[in-house]
């Protein structure tokens, strides 16, 4: 019974996928101006928004980003080698968005707890990762495009 328990429990937590998270801003930024304006630019000066990034790892998928209220963005996504953008939106961080692709048919959910607390959600994938391809940074630095 007990070996029954474990197994189960080793079942369950590997079964469950979570992505690799990190919380920074010791990195390269803009100036304080250029942050100013790219947010005004974004339009999201606002408490409950922030901006979510896509980088690195987009090789023209179809992504699609929703909430639970309409769909945000849906394109194919190719990251620009030279600046390391593939493409950058503005999110109700008060709601759930979920970022999915076609190619890997994963999706990773920005929780409203965390993107309350950062204004750039930085996403990156690595396509070698087939449990789960994304790396989500969340930052309060715009580091620079």
Request: hydrophobic share 35%; proline share 3%.
């Amino acid at each position: 019974m007990r070996t029954i328990a474990l197994f189960l429990f080793t079942l369950l937590f590997t079964m469950c996928s979570t992505s690799n998270v990190q919380y920074r801003d010791d990195f390269r930024s803009v100036s304080e101006s250029q942050k100013k304006q790219f947010l005004s630019d974004m339009n999201a000066n606002g408490e409950n928004f922030s901006v979510l990034i896509l980088t690195k790892g987009f090789k023209g998928e179809l992504v699609t980003i929703s909430n639970e209220k309409k769909t945000l963005y849906k394109g194919t996504t190719i990251t620009n080698l030279g600046n390391g953008i593939a493409h950058s939106l503005r999110i109700d961080n008060t709601l759930p968005t979920t970022i999915t692709d076609k190619m890997s048919n994963k999706e990773v959910i920005i929780e409203p707890k965390k993107a309350k607390q950062y204004k750039f959600i930085y996403v990156m994938k690595d396509n070698a990762e087939t449990k789960n391809p994304y790396k989500i940074t969340y930052s309060n630095t715009l580091r620079p495009m």
